[in-house]
């Protein structure tokens, strides 16, 4: 097939049918994405109504805002309002916590900055003299931004590291055994760490993996290969986004994450702690990481977990147990405009994209 | 989301750069990627992270085009 062809709906319908063919010979399955790219894209083309009622397409913990862990929200809040001046990007500003959300800080006067990438946050801390802690949250896609930002060595800044690894979370998913029978793999975070980086998780599961790009013709294609996987009896990395993934990835950015992170237990918010799933900065740049640099401010930090009353499900969302047309809030109650969980703040959440685009 | 559209790179300066997205400039940071003027690159947050083929940025540029996403474009992070 012409790759020039990928979003032509002749093509688009062939695949359809080669999927449905597939899947006859199958039982039911459900195949797991994790990336907010790839659920804009399914929901904005409407791709899951042309897939057979067996192939369940669900969205895991792929939104780097909404696993973002409370504590840690809180923690900037409580560095915000001691008087630091805090950036982030503009999708965590209103995620909701215990004490708030770090909108409502900067409501109060505190100095909370939306910046679009780290070098616009390094540029303040140049520019204005002032002591400026960024919130790196995000995926191995954003790393390795924050590697440059560490490796820079600036003066008055520094990270508060929040940074989570993907082929972890889906080796935590399986080993808890959660009923998945293929992964999409997502496309920018796999431009950076490459396709061989999800290989165990196949060797240990026995789980097809295919790294996918962004257009409506990728996504299905990767069904499709996975569907041929599971017919097969193959259980593999196979790459459809070749055009962007190489196996080993992006060299340069891996040996700089190498650099500056290391490996750390961590927690999701809405998932317990997944092993080796968080990146801490390395102790060789201890001096630009906020917990280090700013323990005094932290000191005076306490954060006690709170039980969720609401009736909010972005927990069963992010593990692709339910949708948003599950929640009895959904659209009722939660809105963009006023959003109970985090899956409805982010852009990149799947209560957001099914509000927006669905 | 990720920002799956290609752009070209049009200036450089050291690590430091402006691409083109069909007229719409960015300034990116180009740390990560061995890229110079006349590459194409994907950007996320406002760092080249990848480079493309002349042939595969354009083929995406169209389909994403075809699809009217060109101007949907977001830096969030992934
Ligand atoms: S619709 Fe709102 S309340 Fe329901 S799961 Fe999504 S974010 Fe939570």
Redesign the interface.
């Known amino acids: 097939m012409n790759?020039?062809n990928?979003?032509d709906p002749r093509y688009i319908r062939l695949l359809a049918g080669k999927i449905a063919e597939q899947a006859r010979s199958l039982g039911p399955l459900t195949l797991m994405h994790v990336?907010?790219?790839h659920e804009?894209t399914i929901v904005s083309?409407g791709l899951r109504s042309l897939l057979p009622d067996t192939i369940r397409l669900v969205s895991g913990p792929?939104c780097?805002?909404c696993i973002t862990p409370k504590e840690d929200i809180e923690a900037m809040i409580h560095l915000a309002r001691s008087g630091l001046t805090v950036t982030t990007?503009?999708?965590m500003m209103r995620i909701p916590s215990d004490s708030g959300s770090l909108a409502d800080a900067k409501a109060e006067g505190a100095d909370v900055r939306i910046v679009?990438?780290?070098?616009?946050a390094l540029s303040i801390a140049q520019e204005e003299r002032r002591e400026v802690v960024h919130f790196g949250?995000?995926?191995e896609?954003?790393v390795?931004?924050s590697s440059?930002a560490l490796a820079s060595q600036p003066d008055n800044f520094s990270i508060y590291s929040v940074h989570r690894t993907i082929p972890e979370a889906l080796d935590f998913l399986l080993s808890n055994s959660l009923a998945v029978d293929g992964f999409v793999d997502?496309?920018?975070?796999s431009?950076?760490i490459g396709s061989n980086a999800y290989a165990f998780i196949s060797e240990r599961y026995g789980v097809p993996q295919v790294v996918a790009?962004?257009?409506?013709?990728d996504v299905l294609l990767a069904v499709l290969m996975l569907l041929d996987q599971r017919v097969e009896g193959r259980a593999e990395v196979e790459n459809e986004y070749v055009?962007?993934v190489r196996p080993g990835g992006?060299v340069?950015?891996r040996a700089?994450i190498d650099e500056t992170f290391r490996q750390v237990d961590a927690k999701w918010r809405a998932l317990p702690v997944i092993p080796r799933s968080g990146l801490a900065i390395a102790p060789k740049y201890r001096e630009w990481d906020a917990v280090h640099r700013h323990r005094d401010v932290l000191e005076s930090f306490s954060y006690t977990p709170r039980e969720e009353d609401s009736a909010c499900r972005c927990k069963d969302i992010l593990l692709g147990a339910c949708s948003p047309q599950d929640c009895p809030l959904f659209r009722r109650v939660c809105t963009p405009d006023a959003p109970v969980g985090p899956c409805m703040v982010?852009?990149?959440g799947t209560c957001y994209i099914s509000y927006k685009y669905g | 989301?990720?920002l799956?559209i290609p752009g070209k790179i049009i200036e450089r300066d050291g690590n430091e750069g402006v691409v083109d997205y069909d007229g719409a400039r960015i300034k990116v940071?180009l740390?990560?990627?061995?890229a110079d003027v006349g590459d194409y690159v994907?950007v996320?947050?406002?760092?080249a992270?990848?480079t493309?083929?002349e042939e595969?940025a354009l083929?995406?540029i169209?389909?994403?085009r075809?699809?009217g996403e060109l101007q949907d474009e977001?830096?969030?992070?992934?």
């Open positions: 790759q020039a990928r979003n990336c907010g790219t804009h083309s792929g780097p805002v990007f503009g999708d679009y990438g780290i070098a616009n949250i995000g995926f896609t954003t390795p931004t440059v997502p496309g920018h975070v431009t950076i790009g962004f257009e409506p013709g055009r962007a992006n340069k950015a700089l982010s852009v990149e | 989301m990720c799956a940071r740390d990560l990627v061995d994907i996320h947050t406002g760092f992270i990848d493309l083929s595969d083929e995406s169209e389909l994403w075809q699809i977001s830096g969030q992070s992934q």
